[in-house]
């Protein structure tokens, strides 16, 4: 048995409570694009909260801070989530079209321009 496996002894004799801290870092991608189901917002704020000033978090979403109460249908736990997302956040606002938009048209603009060169 390793060292990391090996339990942790207490002077009664038991061994002690091991406690899984979680990911080091929680990817969220796209929160707020499907509404969370029931207590999908409590549930979350369960995750966060867990991991609050332990670990890191990345999170991506496309709606606007103060559209979070109406978004996870909950203004309590909206404002509990944000409160630990946002202590010591850095907050990226990245404003217009989508890379993928982008690239679709960008290949628009290429299929028109070669059509119209062609053209008589």
């Known amino acids: ?18 406690f899984i801290a979680g990911p080091k870092l929680l990817i969220v991608d796209e929160l707020g694009y499907i509404p969370l189901p029931g207590d999908g917002a ?17 999170l991506t979403t496309n709606v606007g801070i103060a559209d979070w109460a109406g978004a996870f249908g909950d203004e309590t736990v909206a404002a509990a ?4 997302l946002l202590h010591r956040a850095a907050v990226a606002v990245i404003d217009g079209p989508s890379y993928r938009l982008c690239h679709h048209q960008s290949k628009v603009d290429n299929l028109r ?6 053209a008589p």
């Open 1 to 18: 048995m390793s060292a990391a496996t090996r339990p942790r002894w207490r002077a009664a004799g038991r061994p002690a409570r091991t």
């Open 42 to 58: 409590s549930a979350l704020f369960q995750v966060i909260n867990q991991g609050y000033l332990k670990s890191s978090t990345i």
């Open 81 to 84: 989530m944000l409160d630990r």
């Open 113 to 118: 321009a070669g059509v119209n060169s062609s």
